[in-house]
């Protein structure tokens, strides 16, 4: 049964270009949310997507957009990065209307230089 | 911004000790979750309570919630080398009754266990 996986787990960008972070649900799952955590602090929700849509949003700028497949995976991309958008980037996945706890990936370490 | 406060910071103990941590949060939730993270990788979660639960146990875990202080604690027993990590409490607030849960997190609780 496979968890969630997250490609790829380090990214070393340049300020001012663009991201895209990857993310496969846990079987049988089909809400994903994504959360930024920076270092030394507790993960900050960022977006949630349900049958392609977006369902919330955190407080995060529109630089921060997803996307979500039919086969329930999904991407987050990142505009215009800036230095402070360095952080670890994790995906969750839960099935919708369980109130169980999220699948967590390993994130994916983005550094921007 | 994040929900609420973890109490201690920081907490190092020695091997077979027991463990408390606590959180406080700050709106109303339907279930409050507890996850483990190791060396800032991804996080794992340890336990649900729900907001109409007081207490709940697993295995060497225990917490428990009070909605009317809105705070909830996190018992380790018999602690291990191998618990040693970072703990999280979240709270799971549903707006408007949707399935659309969303997790809010404290900025939690480093374990160290001596061996």
């Known amino acids: 049964d496979a968890g969630v996986t997250q490609s790829p787990t380090h990214l070393i960008k340049t300020r001012g270009q663009q991201v895209t972070l990857r993310c496969s649900p846990k079987s049988g799952h089909d809400t994903v949310s994504w959360y930024q955590q920076a270092l030394g602090q507790g993960p900050q929700f960022i977006f949630q997507y349900y049958e392609e849509e977006e369902r919330q949003r955190g407080n995060f700028p529109d630089r921060f957009s997803g996307h979500q497949f039919p086969n329930y995976s999904s991407e987050l991309n990142v505009n215009a990065l800036l230095l402070g958008d360095s952080a670890l980037y994790l995906c969750?996945?839960?099935?919708?209307?369980?109130?169980?706890?999220?699948?967590f990936g390993s994130g994916t370490r983005l550094t921007v230089v | 911004s994040q929900q609420g406060e973890e109490d201690p910071q920081a907490l190092s103990i020695q091997e077979g000790e027991n463990a408390t941590m606590n959180c406080s949060y700050k709106t109303s939730i339907n279930n409050l979750q507890w996850y483990r993270q190791n060396s800032g990788r991804g996080l794992v979660h340890l336990i649900l309570i729900r907001s109409n639960e007081r207490e709940k146990h697993s295995g060497r875990l225990r917490v428990t919630l009070d909605t009317s202080k809105k705070s909830s604690s996190l018992l380790i027993t018999a602690s291990r080398a191998a618990d040693t990590a970072s703990y999280f409490c979240?709270?799971?607030?549903?707006?408007?009754?949707?399935?659309?849960?969303?997790?809010?997190f404290g900025q939690g609780t480093i374990l160290t266990v001596h061996p």
């Open positions: 979240a709270t799971d607030s549903r707006a408007g009754g949707t399935s659309y849960g969303k997790l809010t």
């Open positions: 969750a996945s839960s099935l919708s209307g369980r109130y169980y706890g999220y699948t």
